[in-house]
Nanobody
Framework: QVQLVESGGGLVQPGGSLRLSCAAS????????MGWHRQAPGKQRELVAS???????NYADSVQGRFTISRDNVKNTVYLQMNSLKPEDTAVYYC????????????????WGQGTQVTVSS
């Protein structure tokens, strides 16, 4: 199977920055799209940013211009640089990857990390 492990979350003041990392490991043949979702208390989980294998990216309107997603295909890692953070960004952030595994490379499976807490508060 495939495991995703997030890191980099924490407490930050409004206007501050955080950099999240997510490393994938396991029976990986190829990782296609990777992304970050978040879920705030009482709200639905939403897509924050995604990135294709070729590097094309997509962002939620609420984070456009403040967040940047990137990936390192050698390390099987995706990053989320978060700048100008707002209290509204407070949420659990989840890493996601669409993976073709070694045993069944013709199929694509979605894997999720356990999440990392980001809290923006004074």
């Amino acid at each position: 199977q495939v495991q995703l492990v997030e890191s980099g979350g924490g407490l930050v003041q409004p206007g501050g920055s955080l950099r999240l990392s997510c490393a994938a490991s396991g029976s990986i043949f190829r990782i296609n799209a990777m992304g970050w979702h978040r879920q705030a208390p009482g709200k639905q989980r939403e897509l924050v940013a995604s990135i294709t294998n070729g590097g094309g990216s997509n962002y939620a309107d609420s984070v456009q211009g403040r967040f940047t997603i990137s990936r390192d295909n050698v390390k099987n890692t995706v990053y989320l640089q978060m700048n100008s953070l707002k209290p509204e960004d407070t949420a659990v952030y989840y890493c996601n990857a669409a993976v073709q595994i070694l045993q069944r490379a013709r199929y694509e499976y979605d894997y999720w990390g356990q999440g990392t807490q980001v809290t923006v508060s004074s």
